[in-house]
């Protein structure tokens, strides 16, 4: 089976350290390599454009594939997202000269004003300029869309913005959102029958179970026979609690499973109902 993954870019080290955190290694370091074997038995890595994948799942080259949400849309083709994942999130904003002044896109469209919108993703922005009514050419650029007002080449943009900073420096202000974007995990429409189903099954399981334990932590603590039932009545779980009596002591140990952002008021809560001894564990993954 292949894994199509970017070769370059924002999502690149995100999708290496995903792959890693499944268990699937890459087993070559060297950045010109195209094909990386891995760890898995009969499972390799392609590495390409993020822009390609799309086109190289819907042909077969791969059975699945890891980019943008916005590739996919700008491509075109028939692929199944089957898995959102947790990074890669941005905003493909419409941008304008902050000096122009205008504070939306139908200011531009009711003055009739002709404008040329460089971007790297031409059937996006045909799409959104044809749905804005905006008289509006389409300038196609592979590099950095920002620096194009600037240089006379274009009058604004469409491009990606995660903070904002890089449109601000360059005297850009967004205003509108085009399409929200993230890494998605992508299979050619008819994978639930392909020969490589049950492994898509099995990768998939594990990207999700890695995402889902990302932001869980395991708590462990001792309580006190007399406090057990005031502390498991403000514990939250997955689905219960698990509760063992200690070989020592009329004290029980009980395990659970707490958001990493509910971590503060739950220790709090069952130190001052008797609870002691607690740690909290690093989740690898959550297998649901």
Do not use: C
């Amino acid at each position: 089976m292949r894994i199509a993954i970017p070769n370059k870019g924002r999502l690149q080290q995100p999708v290496i350290e995903l792959l890693n955190a499944a268990g699937i290694k890459l087993l070559s370091a060297d950045e010109r390599a195209l094909i990386v074997p891995t760890n898995w038995k009969n499972v390799e890595v392609i590495m390409v454009r993020p822009e390609d994948i799309p086109y190289i799942i819907e042909g077969g080259g791969a059975s699945i594939g890891i980019t943008g949400h916005d590739y996919v849309v700008e491509s075109g083709v028939e692929v199944d997202e089957v898995l959102e994942l947790d990074f890669g999130k941005a905003k493909i904003v419409f941008a304008v000269p902050r000096s122009w002044g205008v504070e939306s896109v139908e200011d531009i469209a009711k003055s009739g004003r002709e404008i040329r919108i460089a971007t790297k993703y031409y059937n996006i922005a045909l799409r959104y300029a044809n749905s804005k009514n905006l008289k509006a050419r389409i300038v196609k650029i592979s590099g950095a869309a920002e620096v194009m007002p600037y240089l006379g080449a274009a009058d604004a943009v469409i491009d990606v913005m995660s903070t904002g900073t890089t449109l601000r420096i360059h005297g850009l202000e967004p205003i509108d959102v085009v399409l929200e974007t993230q890494a998605v995990v992508i299979a050619r429409r008819d994978w639930k029958s392909s020969k490589d189903a049950d492994m898509i099954k099995l990768v998939v399981t594990l990207f999700r179970g890695v995402i889902e334990g990302k932001n869980k932590k395991m708590l462990f603590m001792n309580v006190p026979d007399e406090s057990l039932d005031k502390v498991l009545k403000v514990l939250p779980a997955m689905l219960a609690p698990a509760v063992t009596r200690l070989s020592k002591g009329n004290v029980w140990e009980v395990i659970t499973v707490v958001n990493e952002d509910e971590i503060p008021e739950v220790v709090s809560k069952v130190l001052d109902l008797g609870a002691r001894d607690i740690v909290v564990v690093d989740i690898e993954k959550v297998i649901r």
